[in-house]
């Protein structure tokens, strides 16, 4: 598999990131007046990973679908990642939940990089994504009590126009719109659709 794209995605990481304007992008929005929420608060730390790998000819990305019976997003579909545990590094927090959540060894995953964090209110975590990737597809295996299933999106997938939907919806009782992702015939929204927005983005400079 060509590594050009790696490459690219590499130094696109090192360059200034979109943040806020990318995260609006996807954000649920009220359709009624609401209090304003302070996304750029201090919570608890929580690290995310974006694990490419090549697959037929094209470069893939991991997402899990959560059970009904964790605390926070149930039946969501969410990236690899949880809370940092003391003394670890937020790449050490990513890449231990990857191999919980998905199975897949440290040993293989190459990170590169990092998009940029934010708040999460409904749950109190600061988001931190990572990126990486793998050489070859990797072996999955689920391993966590929290997650159903995995399944991974193609690039090539998520960089149509029409993966990107939106609808309207309650939560709490509220009226809102949802920007969603369609990706393997699940809807891919909230926080994971915020990081996904940037992530997009950023593609979208050099390919």
Do not use: C
């Amino acid at each position: 598999m060509d590594s050009l794209f790696i490459k690219k995605l590499s130094h696109r990481l090192s360059e200034p990131l979109p943040g806020k304007a990318a995260h609006n992008i996807m954000m649920v929005t009220p359709r009624i007046p609401f209090p304003k929420i302070n996304f750029d608060k201090k919570g608890i730390p929580a690290s995310v990973l974006i694990l490419l790998f090549p697959k037929n000819k094209d470069w893939h990305f991991f997402l899990t679908k959560r059970t009904d019976t964790v605390d926070h997003h149930k039946g969501q579909i969410s990236l690899p990642g949880g809370v940092v545990e003391n003394s670890e590094s937020l790449a050490d927090a990513a890449l231990r939940e990857t191999h919980e959540e998905i199975g897949v060894d440290k040993k293989y995953i190459h990170l590169i990089g990092s998009l940029s964090s934010f708040y999460i209110p409904v749950s109190g975590f600061e988001m931190f994504p990572s990126i990486g990737w793998t050489e070859t597809e990797p072996e999955t295996s689920i391993h966590d009590k929290e997650v159903d299933r995995i399944f991974s999106a193609s690039i090539r997938e998520f960089m149509l126009d029409e993966t990107q939907k939106t609808k309207k919806d309650k939560i709490r009782g509220f009226p809102v719109n949802i920007p969603y992702f369609d990706l393997g015939g699940e809807t891919v929204w909230g926080a994971t659709a915020m990081i996904l927005a940037e992530f997009k983005l950023i593609l979208k400079d050099f390919l």
